[in-house]
C-alpha cells in the first residue's frame, strides 16, 4: 500500500509539472489540457490533465482517494469548502483532476502549496470590468479586441462584462465560460474561450 500511495503521489507531482496539449473542452471536466477555468459567476476550477504509463499500481479509485484526502488536509486549515475535488479519471493513459474553488485566493494557494505547476499563479481575481477599467486604464494597458487580435477603441471597452485578473510569473491557460470580447495586449488568444498568459499582469475580459 505504500508503494502504491508513494507511486500515485508521484503520478500527482508528475501530473501537476507538465501538461499534455490538446483541443479545447467545453469545461473543466473534459479539457484536454490543464487549465483554470472560470464561470460566468466567477466561479473557479483548475483541471490538471496528464499523460501516464499504464501500469497495476496507478489506480483511479486509489488516486481521488488520495486526491480528496489533499484536499481535506486543505479544508481543516483554512475552512470547510476552500477545496473539492470535482473529479478523477485514469483512462487510456490520461488523468484528468478537476477542482472547484470557493475563492481565488484558495484557488492560489492551493496551486502553490500541492505544486500544481500548470495551475500556478501569483494572484487571480474576477470581477465587472467596470471595476478595473480605472486601473487599467492608470497602468497604460493596451487592450485587443479578442475576435480579430486589433487594438480596441477605449468607446469599445464600456458595458457590463467581468474581467480576470491575472499575475504570473510563467504562462498558464485559461478559459472563460462566456465569450472572450478583448484582452490586454500581453495575452494570447488561442480561441474564442481560451488564453494563454504572459508574465506579469494579464487582463482578460469576457461576457
Do not use: W
Amino acid at each position: 500500500m505504500k508503494k502504491k500511495k508513494a507511486a500515485l503521489a508521484a503520478l500527482i507531482v508528475a501530473g501537476m509539472l507538465t501538461g499534455c496539449l490538446g483541443r479545447t473542452g467545453t469545461n473543466a471536466q473534459n479539457a484536454e489540457s490543464s487549465r483554470i477555468f472560470v464561470t460566468g459567476t466567477g466561479g473557479l476550477q483548475t483541471a490538471t490533465v496528464e499523460t501516464y504509463v499504464q501500469q497495476d499500481y496507478y489506480n483511479a479509485d486509489e488516486l481521488k482517494a488520495y486526491l480528496e484526502e489533499t484536499a481535506t488536509s486543505y479544508n481543516q486549515a483554512n475552512g470547510e469548502g476552500a477545496v473539492k475535488l470535482e473529479s478523477c479519471t485514469m483512462e487510456k493513459g490520461i488523468a484528468r483532476m478537476v477542482f472547484q474553488y470557493n475563492s481565488s485566493k484558495d484557488l492560489v494557494s492551493f496551486a502553490s502549496q500541492y505544486e500544481d505547476k500548470d495551475n500556478q499563479v501569483d494572484s487571480l481575481s474576477v470581477t465587472n470590468f467596470s471595476e478595473v477599467s480605472g486601473q487599467a486604464e492608470s497602468e497604460g494597458v493596451e487592450f485587443l479586441k479578442a475576435s480579430d487580435g486589433k487594438k480596441a477603441e477605449k468607446k469599445a471597452l464600456k458595458g457590463e462584462s467581468h474581467a480576470v485578473v491575472v499575475e504570473t510569473k510563467k504562462p498558464v491557460t485559461i478559459q472563460t465560460e462566456g465569450k472572450l470580447l478583448f484582452v490586454s495586449k500581453n495575452v494570447v488568444i488561442k480561441d474564442q474561450h481560451t488564453v494563454q498568459t504572459s508574465e506579469g499582469k494579464n487582463y482578460i475580459i469576457f461576457k
